[in-house]
């Protein structure tokens, strides 16, 4: 099918913490969905069949729960309510967006999902309605080709949204196409956390998923298109992800992905919007998903191999035996391994271990966590990279249980630099990296140098490990990680 999405440059409010009325803030919103309008007439003659656009793209953020009041519609939050608002726009008051949204799906006969603050009386009987009367929802709506708004999707993990409610309890949204079958739906920080995402796909057995989002990137680990391709890896599923532009906040990163192929847009240079259409398959295989066969292969794989060696990075994937009972020493004694020091990585203090040389074999561990790497450079540049490990609680901007073993260009030359965000590199690595990660949801990350994607050659679980393979990377390599969540211990 042909799938669109925009990455917008959102008109903002010049005080979004002044309060105003809903003239005014209709006619702000009216500006964003005048462009949106141009880009889904653009999508449209594409041959696009559905088009995705950002997280807080129409009416912007940094509200406070009053001013961002008159930028709210009234959404009925309910499935069982057949409603085209472009048709029947008189049936509920303050529409106007849902409305240009819905006319926007019929004429160009697209399937359309859109991000919207929207609100929702409730009585004071009701123990969770806010002192004001109301709910405030982050809201995302799907509407079909013919305008029918056939899903809404509340936000639940919010990131620092004060304007905004979490529903009491975590919507499971989905709606159905004719040229893909089912696409669930969540949004931005959502994406981090079990539920709702990561337990609707699992529950309906999703492909397909339409993710608005409004993504401040933050390297190594954390970069939009980085992390939005490792989700469509790990769950084996095809994401279309539409992100907000704005270079100075650090937000950009669009795409879409499946599981071996992905057509993204990253730039922090220039400004405007960006609209993608790619063509990409349905994915239909019913096996559940990467994560279960391989928590199933976890299972059933515990014969070793024959040894691997760092010069031929063959296809079979052998780790050596020395390996899997974790000792830094070896016989040759202590001289040769490298130095462990520790670092800031992502807020996270990373043990870290330095590649040294043009070859080499490494080892470090933190907690419960190992992580190894077999590593060979084409060339000896003069870059420093590392190889980390960390195995706790992140606690900086959302509290959430990790398990990372990650391979990264450091800033400079020196160990401090370590976990710094960098952008360009010039090293072409093969490597092999595997930790004994305690958690099936491990999501691969492989970035290059100017922010770009690769492909790993093989990834999955042996002997207990979870391993990533490349040989020769397509440029110089900034991240090779393995994203490990451990949801039960949040």
């Given at each position: 099918y042909v799938a669109a999405v925009y990455e917008h440059e959102s008109i903002l409010s010049p005080n979004p913490t002044a309060l105003t009325d809903r003239r005014s803030a209709l006619k702000l919103m009216g500006r964003n969905l005048d462009i949106y309008e141009q880009q889904v007439v653009a999508a449209s003659r594409q041959g696009a069949q559905i088009i995705v656009f950002p997280e807080d793209g129409i009416h912007g953020f940094n509200f406070t729960r009053s001013s961002i009041y008159p930028y709210l519609d009234f959404v009925l939050h309910s499935q069982s309510l057949k409603w085209n608002p472009c048709r029947e726009p008189y049936l509920f008051n303050d529409t106007e967006v849902l409305q240009r949204l819905s006319c926007m799906a019929l004429e160009n006969k697209i399937f359309l999902v859109a991000n919207l603050g929207t609100k929702q009386p409730c009585e004071h009987t009701d123990p969770h309605c806010p002192a004001d009367g109301r709910y405030q929802f982050n809201t995302n709506v799907a509407f079909s080709d013919d305008g029918m708004l056939v899903a809404t999707y509340r936000k639940h993990?919010?990131?620092?949204?004060?304007?905004?409610d979490t529903p009491p309890e975590p919507d499971y949204t989905l709606f159905d196409t004719p040229f893909a079958g089912k696409f669930g739906m969540f949004t931005c920080f959502d994406i981090l956390f079990f539920e709702p995402a990561v337990n609707l796909i699992r529950q309906y057995n999703l492909k397909q998923v339409v993710y608005p989002t409004a993504w401040m990137n933050q390297l190594p680990l954390l970069s939009a298109v980085e992390f939005q391709q490792a989700f469509a890896t790990?769950?084996?599923?095809?994401?279309?992800?539409?992100?907000?532009?704005?270079p100075t906040l650090g937000m950009t990163g669009s795409g879409i992905y499946t599981p071996v192929k992905s057509f993204i847009y990253h730039n922090?240079?220039?400004?405007?919007?960006?609209?993608?259409?790619?063509?990409?398959?349905?994915?239909?295989?019913?096996?559940?998903?990467?994560?279960?066969?391989?928590?199933?292969?976890?299972?059933?794989v515990h014969h070793s191999c024959e040894t691997f060696t760092s010069t031929s990075m063959a296809d079979q994937v052998c780790f050596k035996e020395a390996l899997e009972t974790p000792d830094r020493t070896s016989e040759k004694g202590n001289e040769h391994l490298p130095p462990t020091f520790y670092a800031e990585m992502m807020y996270d203090n990373f043990t870290f271990v330095p590649l040294w040389g043009e070859k080499g074999e490494l080892q470090v561990c933190a907690n419960t966590l190992c992580c190894y790497l077999t590593y060979q450079r084409a060339v000896l540049t003069d870059e420093l990279y590392a190889l980390g490990v960390f195995d706790g609680l992140h606690t900086v901007h959302g509290t959430y249980y990790v398990q990372a073993c990650a391979l990264v260009k450091c800033g400079g030359l020196s160990f401090g630099?370590?976990?710094?965000?960098?952008?360009?590199?010039?090293?072409?690595?093969?490597?092999?990296?595997?930790g004994n990660m305690s958690t099936p949801y491990i999501f691969p990350l492989l970035l290059t140098s100017g922010i770009t994607l690769d492909f790993a050659d093989h990834m999955g679980w042996k002997n207990n490990h979870y391993f990533i393979s490349k040989n020769r990377t397509s440029s110089g390599l900034l991240t090779a990680a393995l994203y490990g969540r451990w949801y039960e211990k949040d």
């Open positions: 993990n919010l990131y620092f949204e004060y304007a905004f790990a769950f084996n599923i095809n994401i279309l992800a539409a992100n907000i532009h704005h922090m240079e220039s400004y405007g919007g960006k609209l993608i259409v790619a063509e990409i398959p349905v994915i239909t295989t019913d096996y559940k998903t990467n994560l279960e066969s391989n928590e199933r292969f976890r299972e059933n630099t370590c976990g710094q965000e960098v952008t360009d590199a010039t090293a072409l690595i093969n490597f092999q990296l595997w």
